[in-house]
């Protein structure tokens, strides 16, 4: 998808008239913290050639959001109410699968980047980064590529390249590690329930998942497993 997806000639009775002018690139923010949003659009709406659309303050207005305007970058968090940034990323891939949705997280990238990358995420950023990183990265990404950072690159390069005995982790899905995170943390499975909106049923059964993927018989165990593989970072 070249750059030329941006460019628009003006009409005059059907017949294309005049130079191709470009099309400001259309972003719609997903986030739950009124301040960060603001502070994106204001921005992100000073950048050339770049326009804020439309924000939803959570994973299920984000998943109507590309429904009803036309976007062509959403940026997602993932922590929302309701319906979090992971579990919206794969109904919004289904229903715009043309919508290039940038991750921008508080989470470290060795957390969520490569599962979520994999999920259809078209690039991960942490808010930490540059805002300049954020524009470039929305530039990449309307224009069809992927936004791939240095340590996302380590991380990809070292999955493809050497498979360690003990990763086991780097199978779950990203709902899969954000529940093996937070228990690991001390959370209860109440608590984690609570926190991403679930039914208690829900959290054990994907503790029983856990179990069995990583090899742990105990929260213990997952806490132990999280910190041996520096995910608590």
């Known amino acids: 998808m070249k750059l030329q997806r941006f460019a628009e000639r003006e009409t005059n009775g059907g017949a294309l008239t005049g130079p191709f002018t470009l099309r400001a690139v259309r972003v719609g923010i997903a986030d739950d913290h009124p301040i960060t949003r603001s502070a994106l659009r204001s921005y992100l709406d000073e950048q050339d050639g770049m326009r804020v659309v439309a924000e939803a303050a959570s994973g299920r207005e984000a998943i109507d959001l590309v429904r009803t305007h036309d976007l062509d970058v959403l940026l997602l968090d993932l922590d929302m109410p309701g319906q979090s940034g992971i579990d919206a990323l794969t109904m919004i891939k289904a229903k715009a699968e043309h919508v ?4 921008l997280s508080g989470y470290p990238e ?21 805002p300049s990183e954020i524009t ?13 950072t240095a340590a996302v690159a380590e991380l990809l390069a070292t999955q493809v390249m050497t498979p360690s005995p003990g990763g086991l982790h780097e199978q779950l899905s990203a709902r899969e590690l954000q529940v093996f995170l937070k228990l690991a ?6 608590q984690v329930a609570a926190e991403l909106s679930l039914s208690a049923k829900t959290v054990s ?4 998942r856990l ?3 990583l090899d742990a ?3 213990s165990d997952l806490t132990y497993y999280a910190l041996k593989h520096r995910l608590l970072d």
Do not use: E, F, W
């Open 100 to 103: 290039a949705v940038l991750v």
């Open 205 to 208: 059964t994907y503790r029983a």
């Open 110 to 130: 060795h957390q969520y980047a490569v599962p979520l990358i994999r999920s259809g995420a078209s690039g991960y950023l942490n808010k930490a980064c540059d």
């Open 211 to 213: 179990m069995r993927k």
């Open 136 to 148: 470039a990265a929305i530039r990449r990404v309307a224009q069809g590529g992927r936004y791939i």
């Open 217 to 219: 018989r105990s929260n």
């Open 185 to 190: 943390q001390g959370c209860t499975a109440g």
